[in-house]
């Protein structure tokens, strides 16, 4: 079996082909373009076939390259399979995961997911796989990952962070919060220009919240945003800074709902299409190095 490529190799293939670009295989792989890039013609020389055809544009597959991605597809799949195997002959199903995310996920979307995980756990006859959780802002929890202190992270910032696999699990949307006697509160929608010039409370720098926020403001408006009256390090910290008249803040409807329909926080809509911004999970390595458990985490979360 001297002409097997190597798994690497075939997941590359696979991305190209679906993506139709080299770049967008890179960044889902978790590789440089100049690593996919050299992978590829590697492949390609090693199979003595010419698998892609390379335009400006980005790559189309030949005729031997769609036949041969379909193969990788099988070969991949088996990987799985057999990774599977090993992990359930060494009991690993029940093996601690250790799960970085920011604060917006680790509040109100990573226990859903968590919960789903167990009871499918369950179901399966499996014991429960023990979840340890480490909270911190988007761009710290891609330094955990990178580093292997986590094994799988969730950020919510819209500057991913290179040189990780990742894939957006669901959408997050933004509003604007103000005390209720606050003079925006009785108004029933506000232009983002108003929001962007005046001073937010916000969180502190690396927070996929207010990161999201500036990158709305200079796409849709081509300016930053007015700098903030108070910088946080907490979303509980803001919302209470909010309630205490000290100004506005920009945060995921997620956060805000309990204290809305407690009348601590009164909501105003921002005219126009709304601010969103992704759920983002991250690992090392391509797909197959993520763990069994880890990928039915995921599994769970885009549910």
């Known amino acids: 079996m001297k002409d097997v490529p190597e798994i690497g190799a075939l997941e590359l293939l696979v991305a190209a082909v679906r993506h139709g670009s080299i770049s967008a295989a890179a960044r889902e792989c978790g ?8 992978r590829l013609r590697g492949l390609e020389q090693r199979l003595r076939l010419e698998l892609l055809l390379r335009t400006p544009r980005g790559v189309t597959p030949t005729a031997a390259g769609e036949t041969a991605a379909a193969w990788a597809e099988d070969v991949l799949a088996a990987g799985e399979r057999f990774s599977l195997g090993v992990e359930t002959l060494r ?40 979840v340890r959780m480490l909270n911190a802002n988007s761009s710290e ?7 292997g202190d986590a094994d799988l992270g969730f950020i919510e910032s819209t500057t991913l962070p290179e040189g990780l696999s990742r894939t957006t699990v669901c959408l997050d949307e933004l509003a604007v919060v103000v005390a209720p006697q606050h003079a925006w509160a009785t108004r029933t929608e506000i232009e983002m ?4 010039d ?10 996929g919240t207010r990161q999201a ?26 919302r209470s800074a909010v309630g205490e008249g000290v100004g506005p803040a920009v945060l995921s409807r997620l956060a805000i ?8 926080l009164v909501e105003v809509a921002l005219r126009g299409d709304p601010v969103q911004r992704p759920i983002t999970a ?16 995921l599994e769970e979360a885009v549910r």
Do not use: F, I, Y
Not at 31 to 38: L, N, R, Y
Not at 213 to 238: F, I, K
Not at 257 to 264: F, I, Q
């Open 198 to 207: 005046t001073a937010l409370v916000v969180r502190e720098r690396g927070s």
């Open 91 to 130: 009991g690993e199903r029940s093996r601690a995961l250790t799960v970085a995310a920011s604060q917006t996920v680790a509040a109100h979307m990573l226990p859903r997911w968590l919960v789903a995980l167990r009871e499918r756990h369950v179901r399966s006859g499996h014991a429960p796989t023990q």
């Open 282 to 297: 991250l690992w090392r390595g391509g797909r197959a190095d993520l763990s069994q458990v880890g990928r039915e985490l």
């Open 257 to 264: 709902a309990d204290d809305v329909r407690l009348g601590r």
């Open 31 to 38: 590789v440089t373009q100049q690593t996919a890039s050299s």
């Open 193 to 196: 220009a108003d929001a962007a």
């Open 213 to 238: 926020w500036e990158d709305a403001v200079l796409a849709r408006l081509d300016c930053s945003p007015t700098e903030p009256v108070a910088e946080l390090s907490t979303s509980a910290a803001v």
């Open 141 to 147: 929890v891609g330094e955990l990952v990178r580093s």
